[in-house]
């Protein structure tokens, strides 16, 4: 399991009912892949949003976002924190 | 008082001691212009951190950033969370 940081970069206008909507469809299913999410961040002005999660590879977090309507345009596996 | 996660798309093979050596450059200044960085998270393989913090706006964390040797390459504020 690693930690993943994967970032949608056109969600302009993303209101906070939206986001939880799309949040709420991915922990749906999460499950049937090991995923984790673990939070979003969105700015609807840039429309970028970031999505922390827990999984066993990236493409485990693509399988789930892109069964749930939104796959992420980049990620990257999270191994330093401060 | 905003909620603000910065990017910096540059720091390939940043080690926990070199984020963390960052973090705290950062958060021994803060005060100065009243930013709180609460998280910074790395993948040295893409070369990107990404910092959460609290803060007045965008350029008090760029200020911030700048004076401890990192400034950020974008920035977006959180007006949305899930």
């Known amino acids: 399991m690693g930690q993943f940081m994967d970032v949608h970069t056109n ?8 986001l939880l909507e799309a949040h709420r469809a991915d922990v749906a299913i999460q499950g049937e892949e090991n995923v984790d999410f673990q939070k979003a961040w969105g700015d609807p002005k840039t429309g970028h949003v970031f999505c922390l999660s827990e999984a066993p590879d ?3 977090v693509q399988r789930i976002h892109e069964r749930a309507g939104h796959p992420y345009d980049e990620i990257h596996e999270i191994t330093v924190t401060a």
């Open 11 to 18: 969600m302009p206008g993303v209101t906070a009912e939206a």
């Open 58 to 60: 990236a493409d485990a």
